[in-house]
């Protein structure tokens, strides 16, 4: 495994216009027995064991061409814990930039007007065509047959009439 240092620049102002020099991260400490490139992002081929030296730490993984960030963890289970490491996107996922991108989402052969229905055999949101919406008051959808549950209409309802505006 191999660790690296980056140098830094303090960014003061030297008195009487003079120089500074670089300093390395490692001559910095942070807090008491901890240097700077201690709490920096390390390159390694493979991940080091994680314990506790290493949490909340970043490791950017590098294998086969491809770079992947990971963060030591911590986490205690029935009073037993232990220190993991977890990839970026499984602890911060990236934000999903349509529907298409969420993991509980599976849409197809996309129309206009469709709505999004859930699936519990596949535990997925599926686009189904059609999707009537209807607006009632809560009274007007309580008298409603048992069928409103499977019917496939989307019901809004308020209290007043005049909350819905389209």
């Known amino acids: 495994m191999s660790i690296y240092s980056i140098e830094m620049i303090s960014g003061l102002t030297p008195k009487n216009n003079g120089e500074f020099p670089l300093i390395r991260a490692h001559d910095v400490e942070v807090e008491e027995g901890v240097r700077v490139d201690d709490r920096l992002p390390f390159y390694c081929t493979t991940l080091p064991t994680a314990n ?18 990971y963060i030591c963890l911590y986490k205690e289970e029935n009073g037993v814990g232990e220190y993991y ?18 993991g509980d989402v599976q849409i197809a052969n ?16 599926k686009n189904i065509q059609g999707g009537e919406f209807c607006c009632l008051t809560k009274d007007e959808y309580d008298a409603l047959p ?21």
Request: no cysteine; charged share 25%.
């Open 52 to 69: 506790e030296r290493y949490f909340m730490r970043s490791a950017i993984l590098y294998n086969e061409g491809k770079s992947t960030p």
């Open 85 to 102: 490491w977890a990839q970026y996107n499984d602890v911060a996922p990236v934000p999903a930039e349509s529907l298409r991108d969420l």
């Open 110 to 125: 996309l129309r206009d007007g469709d709505t999004l229905q859930y699936d519990s055999s596949s535990n997925k949101w």
């Open 146 to 166: 048992d069928s409103k549950l499977t019917n496939g209409v989307v019901y809004l309802i308020s209290e007043y009439e005049d909350d819905f505006q389209f």
